[in-house]
């Protein structure tokens, strides 16, 4: 596995900046496939993913919880007047919705009616997570923690930033921080970085990773005839781009990395990877030894 410094960024020096949060921690379906792909055995995986996965968890349910909230904290503009609820009505407003379990709640106080703030009050000491969160279609809205603008951008570590540039603003206090969250999550830092690739474009992709890409630029028709009479470029080898039965054709000619399943171009990946029974990494994952 790759240690902090193989995951930043060579121009910058600093980690990926992804445009969403992950959804494997909250998608059963995905993270099996994500957990199935990785060269270590699955339970392993599991049991070390088990920490870092609740944090995120709670952070998530935590922050959607404060979201909701925030509509009901200030006085109604009809009655001048916070707006009141019995406790097991807030408990399906602000609750449920969020993935906290309401429970301990029911029945508090003979549920006479209360305020939200009143309630969250209450509540605090009795925060449980419910079983099962579905994370809403539109994302809960977030701020950057250094200029406030509402985003969606969040560092591997899951600290909120809309840019780079205000991220490089708080690098020197964040970094140990960061650090330490990658080196006691790697295998998750690893599962988010996978399904990134697989939604993300290679644009977007080079943008969160601090205007990297890990495309290999194709050799231009002049460096191709310094290669000398006689020799093939990469591209054009019969060994390499025929016989690759399903990985070729209709697609365009796109291949699957084994280890991070995602599909991209042949020039992804080294010469070496397309001998016979040879696990086809894509140079990303040959790199950081995924």
Not at 5 to 27: H, Q
């Amino acid at each position: 596995m790759a240690d902090f410094a193989g995951v930043c960024s060579k121009i910058d020096g600093m980690p990926p900046l992804w445009p969403r949060a992950p959804r494997w921690p909250f998608d059963k379906t995905l993270r099996s496939a994500l957990v199935a792909s990785l060269p270590v055995p699955a339970q392993m995986v599991e049991m070390l993913l088990g920490a870092h996965e609740s944090q995120r968890q709670m952070d998530t349910c935590y922050r959607h919880l404060m979201y909701l909230l925030a509509q009901y904290q200030d006085p109604s503009p009809v009655t001048g007047q916070l707006v009141e609820h019995p406790p097991s009505r807030w408990v399906d407003i602000l609750c449920t919705p969020s993935g906290w379990d309401g429970t301990p709640m029911i029945g508090f106080q003979f549920d006479a009616p209360i305020s939200a703030p009143e309630f969250i009050s209450e509540y605090q000491s009795r925060m449980k997570l419910a079983d099962s969160y579905t994370l809403p279609d539109l994302p809960v809205p977030k701020t950057c923690d250094v200029c406030g603008t509402h985003c969606r951008s969040e560092c591997l570590c899951g600290e909120v930033f809309c840019s780079r540039s205000c991220m490089r603003q708080v690098w020197g206090r964040h970094r140990e921080i960061c650090e330490t969250v990658h080196e006691n999550g790697q295998f998750a830092a690893m599962l988010t970085q996978m399904e990134m690739k697989g939604v993300l474009t290679g644009a977007e992709m080079a943008a969160a990773m601090g205007g990297e890409s890990s495309a290999t630029p194709r050799p231009t028709s002049a460096q191709a005839g310094k290669r000398g009479k006689g020799k093939h470029t990469q591209s054009a080898r019969p060994s390499e781009s025929q016989g690759m039965g399903s990985d070729s054709g209709a697609d365009g000619g796109l291949r699957e990395c084994s280890s991070c399943r995602a599909r991209l171009p042949q020039e992804e990946f080294s010469a070496k990877q397309w001998k016979v029974g040879a696990r086809r990494r894509c140079k990303p994952c040959v790199e950081h030894n995924y």
